[in-house]
């Protein structure tokens, strides 16, 4: 039935023959038909030829319905010949739609990803970072699918540019497996180096496809989390104030805050209740500003509320009021109502040695709480009716003095010596006032730094002025800042005295346990005006802590906020980067593989059918019958085999005559036995026989053999 081939005994030459079996004529099929066989005459080699019907029905009238013409894989009984010359156009070798499609198409997909990723993290940007888990899987969502679509267009474009390569050289048996298996399987990079010598482009894109995943680990990193300041110029802050005017028309048994106790001062009252005057400082007052001593030994931390104005923020406001104050200059200690004797260093032996005293000026000028003695009720309040008890007509002075340590050694002396170092009496005078407070607040992480300005200072009462029970309000107002007055005079009060550098500081005072006490030598600070009004002020301030006075006030206002936020960062650098050079890598590879079809003229792939109707060679054949168990499909393959050079081309070129089959038989052969595939064959073969017409999974269409798609 053909020609034999060199190399290959007879046993083999019918081994390699088409099987026999008889398929009746069907009416249907006319013009041309493509027989595996040749019937009757017109023999090709290989067994390839095309006849006329008229031929084959004449030749089955003459053999019967078992005519040599017929045989094959009931070709015909199938139905596979229609009619239609836009079938042929759909399944014959020109360039079908469907892989330049899915390629510019699934490009798109992967840039349309990239682009989504890059907006769904410009979205995030500077958000709360909230759902982080949920928000990375979404990006990673959308890398693996920018991965993907990428890949796989290249895989498309490789499965191009493979058949090119195929077609144009001559490549080993294990050189092929590496091409048709390495997008699947990396190590065939290092198994098989021909591949990189021979289809150097090939193996770039192939390369591609295992390199472009890295870009899906690198995208989603470029999303993080940052703790990030930001500003809120417009929030509100529920503020605490002081206004002291409020102790004016106060009852302390309907307070305020519905809770009793909380007026700065006591007060006494007429039988009837008409009329009440000071007794004392109240018991808060004196537990504010007992915590203010004792909670910090610093001067410039009053005690704070506990609960933020802005909470969740760090918020700055300022907030103003009028209050009680202290204003101390210094003095010349002549000046002062101290003997200068009674202080070191100038203390007589067996003296004071005064370090520090402090004195109300006029002496003895405390307001009497016990004014009324041994009085009845009915003469006490009568008393109050006529103004002899509960007036205040002045605010006691507070003067201190006390001694500072040069540094200076006096010459001569020793640690024997009474006072080694040269000391200075001073001097202080304290006028009680009130003033205008200006308080910034500043919190920061639940913790209040607050800062004070005080403008405005002016006496209590003036000169000769008197405020009697009687005038209600103002008597009240002053009486509050007269008691804060007084629990701070009595704290200071007392005195200091010490004997020698070697003895040690004997205190009469509580003042040695607050902050205006060096703890290291016992002794006042050096700059006592400033500091005793510094400590002054923290005391007022520390009412501020005591949301249930009679003289705070909370009052919203708006205050700028800030606070630090986790918040989403989109490092828009980061993404691009390997994004950018995935798409330009994945552009170029479908640019290859548009070269590639054209050159080829024609769109293929790698799936089975393709393997199949690329290998019908009786030379393959032959050359797998030579090794046992190989056709089986085992593994490994003999190494002889996998040296095999094969091409993909045409094998029996040699009759150009009218009666040749339409499409050259083109299958994978020995370099020697192959030719280059001419694209334009299927051109020339449709258009001389414009009519033919093929079915759409026919075994034996032209253009199947060249691997074409769809086959």
């Known amino acids: ?62 053999a019967g319905p078992s005519t040599e013409s017929l045989q094959g894989p009931d070709l015909y009984n199938r139905g596979i010949i229609r009619r239609t010359s836009d079938m042929f156009r759909k399944w014959s070798t020109s360039i079908h739609w469907y892989v330049p499609t899915a390629m510019v198409f699934v490009f798109l997909l992967g840039v349309c990803g990239a682009v989504g990723h890059h907006s769904f993290y410009t979205y995030l940007h500077d958000k709360p970072a909230k759902n982080q888990l949920f928000m990375n899987r979404c ?72 390199l472009i995943p890295i870009a899906s680990v690198i995208a989603p990193g470029s999303l993080t989390t940052a703790s990030v300041l930001r500003e809120y110029p417009n929030n509100t802050c529920l503020t605490r104030n002081l206004e002291f005017s409020y102790e004016g028309p106060s009852d302390w048994k309907k307070p305020r805050h519905g809770r009793k106790g909380f007026n700065i001062a006591f007060f006494n009252e007429t039988q009837n209740r008409d009329i009440s005057w000071y007794d004392r400082p109240s018991e808060n007052s004196n537990r504010i500003v007992t915590l203010a001593v004792y909670a910090d030994k610093s001067l410039d931390k009053p005690i704070t509320e506990t609960v933020s104005s802005c909470p969740g923020y760090n918020c700055t406001y300022v907030v103003n009021f009028e209050g009680p104050w202290y204003n101390c200059t210094s003095k010349p200690f002549a000046d002062s109502p101290f003997n200068a004797s009674e202080f070191a260093p100038k203390s007589a032996r067996g003296g004071q040695n005064y370090v520090y005293k402090s004195q109300i000026s006029p002496p003895n000028s405390e307001y009497n709480a016990t004014q009324s003695g041994n009085m009845t009720v009915p003469e006490i309040d009568a008393a109050v009716r006529a103004g002899d008890i509960g007036v205040f007509t002045f605010e006691p002075m507070m003067w201190m003095g006390y001694v500072v340590n040069s540094t200076k050694r006096i010459p001569g002396t020793n640690n024997n010596s009474q006072w080694e170092y040269e000391l200075e009496q001073r001097s202080v005078l304290c006028v009680h006032q009130k003033a205008n407070y200006e308080v910034t607040s500043r919190w920061t992480d639940g913790v209040v730094n607050r800062t004070t300005k005080v403008t405005g200072g002016r006496d209590l009462l003036a000169p000769g002025q008197e405020l009697h029970p009687q005038d209600r309000d103002a008597y009240r107002v002053f009486a509050s800042y007269h008691a804060i007055g007084k629990i701070v005079r009595d704290w200071i009060s007392g005195d200091l005295t010490q004997k020698n550098t070697a003895d040690g500081t004997v205190t009469h005072s509580k003042i040695s346990s607050t902050q205006l006490v060096d703890q290291t030598t016992s002794w006042p600070y050096r700059d006592l005006p400033r500091d005793f009004t510094r400590f002054y002020e923290n005391i007022v301030l520390s009412f501020l802590s005591e949301k249930y006075f009679e003289i705070a006030l909370e009052e919203r206002r708006t205050c700028p906020s800030s606070r630090y936020e986790n918040l989403f960062q989109y490092e828009k650098r980061g993404l691009w980067i390997s994004y950018s050079i995935a798409i330009v890598v994945a552009f170029v590879c479908i640019i290859m593989g548009a070269l590639s079809i054209n050159h080829n003229g024609m769109c293929s792939d790698i799936t089975f059918s393709k393997i199949m109707v690329t290998t019908r060679n009786r030379t393959l054949d032959a050359l797998v019958k030579s090794y046992p168990g190989v056709a089986l499909g085992g593994h490994p393959v003999p190494q002889d085999l996998e040296n095999t050079r094969l091409r993909f081309g045409v094998i029996d070129d040699e009759d150009d005559s009218e009666s040749a089959p339409l499409m050259k038989h083109t299958a994978f052969g020995l370099a020697g036995e192959t030719k280059l595939i001419d694209k334009f064959h299927a051109e020339k073969a449709q258009n001389a026989n414009p009519d033919v017409e093929l079915g759409s999974r026919g075994p034996w269409a032209p253009g199947s053999g060249l691997g074409m798609l769809p086959g």
Not at 16 to 26: K, N, R
Not at 158 to 183: E, H, P
Request: charged residues 20%.
């Open 1 to 62: 039935m053909s020609r034999p081939i060199p190399g290959f005994n007879d046993e083999h030459q019918s081994d390699l023959s088409p099987p026999a079996a008889a398929s009746p004529y069907h009416p249907e099929f006319d013009r041309h038909c493509i027989s595996p066989v040749s019937p009757v005459g017109n023999k090709r080699e290989y067994g390839y030829s095309s006849v006329s019907h008229t031929e084959l029905s004449q030749a089955s009238s003459a």
């Open 139 to 210: 990006g990673t969502a959308l890398a693996f699918f920018t991965k993907a679509t990428l890949v796989g267009s290249i895989v498309l474009a490789y499965r191009q540019r493979l058949w090119q390569t195929v077609r144009t050289k001559a490549i080993t048996v294990r050189g092929l497996d590496a091409l048709f298996s390495i997008i699947e399987d990396p190590s065939w990079f290092v198994m098989s180096r021909e591949i990189l010598s021979k289809a150097r482009v090939a193996s770039l894109m192939a390369l591609a496809t295992w």
